[in-house]
C-alpha cells in the first residue's frame, strides 16, 4: 500500500539505497502507447547524481530495463516493470552514522517504525526511491503526450534567498497571466518555456542572472560543509478540462500529495497559493472569456484548477524543498540512547536537492495526470 501511488494507473516503486536495485512497476497504462527504454532514459539522466559540480558526486549510469509490458516499442497494456541497477554502492559510507541518527534525516523514524534500518541510514527515505518515480512518470508521460499532447515543465524557480520569480497575479492579459517574472528583464513565460532552456542552465533556472546567483550560493554552502533549501514550479500544458476527481482525489489535493511525497519537501502551492490569502476576491478572480474549446479564464490565479477539476489552463504550482539534511561540518546532537554525541557524515551528498528534484516533479505531476485521465476516461456519460 504505502509504496503504491493512484487508483486508475498504480505506480509501485522499489529498491533500497544501496541495495540491488531500484525500479517501479506502471500497471493500468492502455495499450499502443509508444515506450522505449530511451524515452525512460533521457528523464533518468536528468534526475542522475553526478551531472554537475553542484550535485552529490555518486557515480550512477542509471541504465534503465524494461523487463515487461512493453514489445516492439509500444505498451500491452499489462504490468510495465522499470529496473535499474544501483552500481555505485558504498554502505560503508554511513559507517559514522551507525549509533547516531542523522539530524532532520529519517534514520530516526525508520527505526521507530520498522525496528531495522537499512544500512544506507534513510533506506527507502533516500532519493534513489525516486529512480522508480522517474522511470515511470516518463511512461505515463508517453501516454499523456500521445493521447493528449500534454507538456509537463519544471524549472528551479528559488535556491536559499534568491527567488527566479514569483506569480505574476495582476496579469490583465491571458500571455502575461501565466508568465512569472522577477524583473523586466527576466522573464520565464510559464506559456513556452521547454525542458532545453531549464537545462540550459546546471541549477536548472531558467533565467540567467538568477542561475548565476542560485549557483554560486549552491557553491559557497558546498565549500563551508552546508546545505541550502529552494523552490521548483511546475507547468502542465494542454491539460483537457475536467480532470480530476472531487471530492477526496481533486486535482489540486492528488497533486499535494505526490508533491509532499518526495523525500525533503515540505510545501505546496497552486496558482496564487499562500499569496492570494492576502488578496481581495475583486482582485483575484478569473473572469471568463470565450476560448477556442469552450469558456477560458483572462488571468489565471487558480492554476488551471476550480474546484478539483481542471478547467483547460495550464495548470501550475510551487514545491518547496528543504535544506539537504546530510551535511559535511560537525552537529552536536545525540545517539540512539540519548547521549550526547558529535556527527561528522562521511559519504557524498546533494548540497541542494532542488536542480535534481526537477525531473522528480514532473514525473509526479505525470502520474497523477494520468490517474485522472483515466478515471475521466472510465466515467459514462
Ligand atoms: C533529488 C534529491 C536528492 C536528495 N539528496 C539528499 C542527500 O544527498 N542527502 C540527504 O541527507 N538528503 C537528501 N535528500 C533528502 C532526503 O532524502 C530526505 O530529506 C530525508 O529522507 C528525510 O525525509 P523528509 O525530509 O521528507 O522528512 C534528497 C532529496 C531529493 C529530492
Known amino acids: ?79 510495465i516493470a522499470l529496473v535499474v541497477a544501483n552500481g555505485d554502492r558504498r554502505p560503508s559510507d554511513y559507517d559514522s552514522i551507525k549509533g547516531i541518527p542523522r539530524p532532520s534525516h529519517a534514520d530516526y523514524t525508520y527505526k521507530v517504525k520498522y525496528g531495522v534500518c537499512a544500512s544506507s541510514g534513510g533506506g527507502r527515505a533516500s532519493a534513489r526511491e525516486t529512480v522508480g518515480r522517474v522511470a515511470a512518470g516518463a511512461a505515463a ?39 512569472i517574472s522577477q524583473n523586466s528583464i527576466e522573464c520565464i513565460d510559464l506559456n513556452t518555456l521547454t525542458r532545453g532552456m531549464v537545462d540550459a542552465y546546471p541549477v536548472r533556472c531558467p533565467a540567467s542572472e538568477s542561475a548565476k546567483a542560485m549557483e554560486a550560493a549552491i557553491l559557497d554552502v558546498m565549500e563551508n560543509g552546508d546545505s541550502v533549501g529552494g523552490t521548483v514550479t511546475c507547468v502542465c500544458r494542454n491539460v483537457p478540462a475536467g480532470w480530476g476527481e472531487p471530492v477526496f482525489q481533486k486535482l489540486e489535493a492528488m497533486l499535494a500529495m505526490a508533491m509532499l511525497s518526495i523525500p525533503a519537501a515540505k510545501g505546496f502551492e497552486i496558482g496564487s497559493g499562500f499569496a492570494g490569502a492576502a488578496m481581495r476576491g475583486s482582485e483575484h478572480n478569473d473572469v471568463f472569456v470565450k476560448k477556442q474549446n469552450g469558456l477560458g479564464t483572462l488571468t489565471n490565479r487558480s492554476g488551471g484548477v476550480l474546484g478539483g477539476i481542471s478547467n483547460g489552463e495550464p495548470v501550475y504550482f510551487k514545491t518547496a524543498f528543504k535544506p539537504t539534511a546530510t551535511i559535511g561540518s560537525h552537529q552536536t546532537t545525540a545517539d540512539y540512547e540519548g547521549n550526547d554525541a558529535v556527527l561528522k557524515p562521511t559519504g557524498r551528498h546533494d548540497p541542494c536537492v532542488v536542480p535534481r528534484a526537477v525531473p522528480i516533479v514532473e514525473s509526479m505531476a505525470a502520474i497523477v495526470l494520468a490517474d485522472m485521465a483515466l478515471a475521466q476516461n472510465a466515467r459514462m456519460r
Open 1 to 79: 500500500m504505502s509504496s503504491t501511488f493512484g487508483t486508475c494507473l498504480r505506480v509501485t516503486t522499489f529498491g533500497e539505497s544501496h541495495g540491488d536495485s531500484v525500479g517501479a512497476v506502471v500497471d493500468g497504462l492502455p495499450a499502443g502507447i509508444p515506450l522505449t527504454e530511451d524515452n525512460i532514459q533521457t528523464q533518468l539522466n536528468r534526475r542522475r547524481p553526478g551531472q554537475s559540480a553542484i550535485t552529490t558526486q555518486r557515480g550512477e549510469s542509471d541504465s534503465v530495463r524494461i523487463l515487461s509490458g512493453v514489445e516492439g516499442g509500444h505498451t500491452l497494456g499489462t504490468p
Open 141 to 179: 508521460e508517453a501516454f499523456l503526450r500521445e493521447r493528449f499532447g500534454v507538456e509537463i515543465v519544471a524549472f528551479v524557480s528559488s535556491v536559499g534567498g534568491i527567488s527566479a520569480s514569483t506569480p505574476m497575479l495582476d496579469g490583465a492579459d491571458s500571455a502575461a497571466s501565466n508568465a
